[in-house]
């Protein structure tokens, strides 16, 4: 589960989210959406523990920032950014000795070969492209076997088929009993994976949406009938 | 922790492995080597023949070391600026389950290292050149790596990871570590003033007892004192009081809470180290208290089309701000040609150098450009964007519009440089002229062979290689000018030498345009 509660955030006179609380509860789907400059991936770093705030975030009844929350916790920044001098293998192993991790060597393989990485695995975190980086962040945050998992904007920059592995991803993990927090903008890319969805707008969240009690209704439709915007809707 | 502990290990070993594989590391291992060589030997003799070998001497400049480190690494950790973290330390560090601290410890590491380095270094130059007993020099490693490292460790902890006193507090702390310095130096430069400049007067500086009561960096003075030149009342007082300090310190830092706050501030020094690095490489100069411009409302009317539109677009942007085309080099400019022209008038450059004096400021000019690497400005910009590329027109006529108001702003500085020398020395207005066209002409001569460089070496050997590539094509060039200005000088005429050498110049900077233009063919030369 991952709780957000009165989630407060100011850069210096700039008050970039406002009092948010929300809930993903375990073994759910949460997207976070809304337009740029919302107040989306404040409040993800916000919850990844790399900005000062006001309020509180619990990951599985946790603090977020205490080390046995760590340990269970997923996260895939907006922006990737490797060691220049670690290959993709060794990113892995990294995470998995920091977390101490138990995923064993044929789930790496797997993964690797998920995400089309398995030719990939000597490359130095300096040679990857964009796209690459982002494949091999993937892995790292899955790699942890986390309960809670947090991806900011994760489809940016993959190609169509590491989009449609990843769709899939999530939808083990769902049945894995992890939770999830998708943070993005492109609306046709989460359609068909979410529970909850929180519409967000200059740092308030304005909408909250339960995909049951809106029996399967579109996303985007919901996204524009509270933003206003989409004419062609 | 373990992941850390990997993350180290592997990242020296594969960057040993990497660096093992280019050959221009041997050629900077056999520089480095020699030249280390060189300087010790140098200096081995020197303290040697001048019989510098003695405790005092070594407590000097230890103090010199100790003086030069500590507050300037206090006042950046103050500040929240003396650790590098990197955005992938940010990605994969700061959300693993370590603890804050222990992070701050790792990144630390470098610092520690630099200490043990120093450490050893005394160890070795301690005994071979100051002839210093083996004990105290054990004890001062112990007390230069251990101790020093622990209450550096401490005040790492302390000003990153304190989380009970505000951001107010961080914004004045350096402010009192600055005034405080300032004291120190004023005390020193009252010394100065009030004594005969020697070394020894820098032994006396910092035996005064104010100075080794200064807090931490005083109090490890006296240390050093103590151990190389037994106990005094002041220097006990000093290590009493700094041994207080690193438990105090130690003992605080440990108990501390931080939860990693400091987090948000290492995230944001690490963007804005990546864009002052990323600067660095395309030779922009980085100047840390300079905020950005605001930019002026402007409008430009576009002349032309194909590669002119460069040109305009320069404009544009150069009217936009509020100095213009003007900027720190303008400035460096005028104060150097007001250097030039008071070294001259205070020195009597007309009755000593005579005939000769001509070539007085076109020779300065000449070693200013040939050694400064320059700065970037909006024409090397140019080469970052495909548009430039894309633009039907010859690689030759972009090269031309992409520096065109270089070798304006090159004209305003040759007139700074020349013009107040030109007055002092006396010269005629057609060799003012003369060596204004001179400066013009050395400015397109490095900016063309600074491209010349790229297309030809590339990124083979760093920055620092091409500059020295740049170095010899224009000290070649410089070289075939001055032959012609003598020949042409000692056949005609000094004024028809000084004509030459432009003409020569030009030529060769003309030819070297020609092939730099291969950079603005295709993009991937930069690469």
């Known amino acids: 589960m991952l709780e957000i509660q009165e989630l407060t955030k100011k850069y210096g006179k700039y008050l970039a989210v406002d009092h948010v609380s929300f809930t993903v509860p375990t073994g759910q789907v949460g997207i976070l959406l809304g337009p740029n400059g919302a107040g989306k991936s404040t409040i993800i770093k916000s919850i990844a523990g790399l900005l000062r705030y006001q309020g509180g975030v619990g990951i599985e009844h946790m603090p977020a920032r205490s080390l046995e929350a760590k340990r269970i916790f997923g996260y895939v920044p907006e922006v990737p950014a490797m060691f220049d001098a670690l290959t993709v293998r060794e990113h892995i192993e990294y995470i998995r000795r920091a977390y101490d991790s138990d995923i064993a060597e044929e789930e790496i393989e797997h993964l690797l070969q998920r995400f089309e990485l398995e030719d990939k695995q000597g490359k130095l975190g300096r040679e990857l492209s964009k796209g690459m980086m982002q494949k091999v962040s993937i892995c790292c945050a899955l790699a942890i076997k986390p309960k809670v998992i947090l991806l900011d904007e994760p489809m940016v920059g993959l190609d169509p088929a590491a989009i449609k592995e990843l769709k899939e991803v999530v939808l083990e993990l769902k049945e894995q009993g992890v939770t999830v927090l998708i943070s993005t903008h492109m609306l046709e890319m989460v359609k068909d994976l979410w529970d909850l969805v929180f519409i967000m707008q200059k740092g308030n969240i304005i909408g909250t949406f339960d995909r049951k009690q809106q029996k399967d209704a579109d996303i985007e439709e919901l996204f524009f009938q509270i933003t206003g915007g989409g004419d062609a809707q | ?527």
């Open chain 2, 1 to 527: 922790m373990r992941g850390l502990i990997y993350l180290y290990k592997r990242t020296i070993i594969n960057n040993i492995k990497r660096a093992l594989k280019r050959p221009v590391t041997y050629i900077w291992l056999v520089f480095v080597v020699g030249y280390l060589l060189l300087m010790g030997i140098g200096f081995g003799t020197m303290i040697e023949e001048g019989n510098f070998g003695t405790p005092e001497n070594i407590v000097a400049i230890l103090s010199i070391i100790i003086f030069a480190m500590i507050p300037g690494n206090i006042i950046s950790y103050s500040r929240r600026k003396g650790l590098l973290f990197r955005p992938s330390e940010v990605h994969f560090v700061f959300s693993a389950p370590v603890s804050p601290k222990m992070v701050l410890m790792f990144e630390g590491v470098k610092s520690f290292a630099g200490n043990l380095v120093i450490g050893v270094l005394i160890i070795v130059f301690g005994g071979l050149w100051f002839h210093i007993p083996a004990w105290q020099l054990v004890v001062y490693f112990l007390f230069f790596v251990v101790f020093e490292s622990v209450l550096e460790a401490s005040i790492i902890i302390f000003c990153f990871g304190n989380e009970y006193f505000g951001e107010k507090f961080y914004k004045r702390l350096p402010v009192v570590m600055y005034l405080f310095m300032a004291v120190v130096a004023g005390t020193a430069l009252y010394k100065l003033l009030n004594g005969e400049p020697s070394f020894s007067l820098i032994s006396e500086y910092f035996a005064m007892p104010v100075i080794q009561l200064v807090p931490v960096v005083g109090w490890n003075v006296a240390v050093t004192r103590l151990v190389f030149l037994g106990p005094d009342m002041f220097n006990l007082i000093g290590t009493a009081l700094y041994l207080i300090s690193v438990i105090g310190m130690f003992v605080f830092a440990w108990k501390m809470k931080c939860t990693g706050e400091y987090y948000e501030d290492a995230m944001k020094f690490a963007d804005d180290y990546q864009k002052m690095r990323q600067n660095q490489k395309k030779g922009v100069v980085n100047i840390p208290w300079k905020k950005k411009n605001k930019l002026r409302e402007a409008t430009v009317e576009y002349k032309g089309a194909y590669a002119k539109a460069i040109y305009f677009r320069q404009i544009l942007e150069y009217k936009k701000n509020p100095a213009f085309i003007f900027g720190w080099n303008t400035l460096l400019c005028l104060g150097l040609g007001a250097a030039i022209a008071a070294v001259c008038y205070f020195n009597d450059a007309i009755g000593e150098f005579g005939e000769a004096r001509i070539f007085i400021v076109p020779a300065v000019v000449s070693y200013v450009i040939f050694v400064f690497s320059g700065y970037a400005t909006k024409w090397s910009k140019e080469l970052e964007n495909p548009y430039t590329y894309m633009i039907p027109d010859s690689p030759l006529k972009k090269v031309w519009y992409a520096t065109k108001i270089e070798h304006i702003r090159a004209i305003v500085d040759g007139i700074l440089v020349t013009l107040p020398g030109a007055v002092v020395l006396g010269l005629s207005p057609v060799m003012t002229v003369l060596t204004i066209l001179l400066y013009i002409c050395l400015n397109a001569n490095k900016l063309y062979y600074n491209m010349l460089a790229d297309v030809l070496i590339g990124n083979l050997f760093g920055n620092v290689g091409r500059s020295i590539v740049r170095m010899l094509f224009q000290g070649l060039a410089i070289g075939i000018a001055a032959v012609a200005a003598l020949i042409g000088g000692l056949v005609i005429g000094l004024e028809v030498g000084f004509f030459l050498m432009i003409l020569v110049m030009g030529i060769l900077t003309f030819a070297g345009a020609m092939v730099a233009s291969l950079s603005f063919n295709r993009m991937e030369v930069m690469e």
